[in-house]
Every structure is written in structure tokens, then in C-alpha cells.
């Protein structure tokens, strides 16, 4: 099945500073998303970007698909960005069933 | 439009026992998943159903079980539940390109 790795697993920021999380993946895939898990543990939707870039306020994504990673871009970040972002993708054998990464934890320090 | 519905939030069972855990999918969606989230594993594919039937099943042993009703809702039955249960349950409905998570449920086994 399809491997999602992210990077860097952990980052620790000082409020107001920007961040770029990486996301690589194995093989080609249909669908991809960037989810917030907050601390009470739901998933909150950030992207849905299969291809190309979208943005969203402060944040940002990019999924170069023919290349096999994602990033996502966190500008002036302020505390409430603190919490684990996660990487998730669907496609190719493992069509139906999410695959997530590790997630990276974001630290945002006042 | 409500969001995904997850019940309960909390349980606390014994080793032993068996619990049954509750998803409402976002109206109109048709798929739903469930993923179990464990800090030494990560978030991991449990099954998905659609239209009443599995779809898809991930690599878990067979006192996890699931199905589906006629009006989408979905339950999750895990039996002889053992301290390694212990995790938070999260429910996905899936609509035509993005899934959307409920709150989950944090099970604890003692």
C-alpha cells in the first residue's frame, strides 16, 4: 500500500514565524488532505488538494502529484496553530481507505 | 448542515468486556470509516462501509466488527476488549472527494 511520510515530526516556533510541513508519498494518489488535529482530538479539514495549490487565509498548500509530495505553508503563526498536523491520502491499492502519516507536532510559542 | 456525530465522547470499560460505539455521518454521505488513533501507532484504518455493506477492512483481529444501517449510521463493536484497545475511535463520512471526522471516542480499557 501507498507510504505517507511527513517531515519534520516535531517544530517548535516562537509566535509569528512561518513553517513549512513536507508531505512524501509512495505512489499515485486520488485524493490528499491536510488535517489539524486539535486537542481535544478531532481532525479538522484544512485542504483538500489532490493537484496544485490552494490557500486559505494564513495557510497554504501545495501538491506537486507528479512529483509525490504536498507542503504546508503556515504563516505568522499565532498560538492557536499549535497541535499536530496530519497528511492523508487515498489511491492506487489502498482506494477507499485513508492512509495517514505521522504527523508533524507544532509547537507555537508566545 | 450537522457534522459528524460520535457517542459517546468517553468509556470507560474492563478487559474482558465488549463496547459498541456509535457514528452519524454528515446527511446525504453514504460511506463511512472508522480509524483508530493509539500514540505508538498512529491513526490506523479500521473498515469502511457503504450502503450497508464493507468496503474495505484493515488489519485488525475479528473481535473488531462493524456495520452499517439503512439510514448510513454505524456502529463499532470491539469484543474481549484487552488493555491494548485503549485508544481514541474516530469516525469518517465520506463525502465525493474529502471525508470529514466526528469527535471520536476515547475508549480506555482498565
Known amino acids: 500500500g501507498i507510504q505517507v511520510e511527513q517531515s519534520p515530526p516535531d517544530l517548535i516556533l516562537q509566535e509569528g514565524a512561518n513553517s513549512t510541513l513536507r508531505c512524501n508519498f509512495s505512489?499515485?494518489?486520488?485524493?490528499l488532505q491536510w488535517f489539524h488535529q486539535n486537542p481535544w482530538g478531532q481532525l479538522i479539514n484544512l485542504f483538500y488538494?489532490?493537484?496544485g495549490t490552494k490557500q486559505n487565509g494564513r495557510l497554504s498548500a501545495t501538491t506537486v502529484a507528479t512529483e509525490r509530495y504536498s507542503l504546508l505553508y503556515i504563516s505568522s503563526s499565532q498560538t492557536t496553530d499549535s497541535g499536530v498536523y496530519f497528511c492523508?491520502?487515498?489511491?492506487?491499492?489502498?482506494?477507499?481507505?485513508?492512509?495517514f502519516g505521522s504527523g508533524t507536532r507544532l509547537s507555537i510559542r508566545p | 448542515k450537522a457534522g459528524v456525530t460520535q457517542t459517546p465522547r468517553y468509556l470507560i470499560k474492563t478487559r474482558g468486556q465488549q463496547v459498541t460505539l456509535s457514528c452519524s455521518p454528515i446527511?446525504?454521505?453514504?460511506?463511512v470509516s472508522w480509524y483508530q488513533q493509539t500514540p505508538g501507532q498512529g491513526l490506523q484504518f479500521l473498515f469502511e462501509?457503504?450502503?450497508?455493506?464493507?468496503?474495505n477492512k484493515g488489519n485488525f483481529p475479528g473481535r473488531f466488527s462493524g456495520r452499517q444501517f439503512s439510514n448510513s449510521r454505524s456502529e463499532m463493536n470491539v469484543s474481549t476488549l484487552e488493555l491494548g484497545d485503549s485508544a481514541l475511535y474516530l469516525c469518517?463520512?465520506?463525502?465525493?472527494?474529502?471525508?470529514?471526522f466526528g469527535q471520536g471516542t476515547r475508549l480506555t480499557v482498565v
Open positions: 492523508a491520502v487515498e489511491g492506487g491499492s489502498s482506494a477507499s481507505k485513508i492512509i
Open positions: 505512489d499515485s494518489v486520488n485524493n
Open positions: 488538494i489532490p493537484s
Open positions: 446527511s446525504g454521505h453514504r460511506s
Open positions: 462501509y457503504f450502503s450497508e455493506t464493507q468496503r
Open positions: 469518517a463520512s465520506m463525502g465525493s472527494t474529502e471525508a470529514f
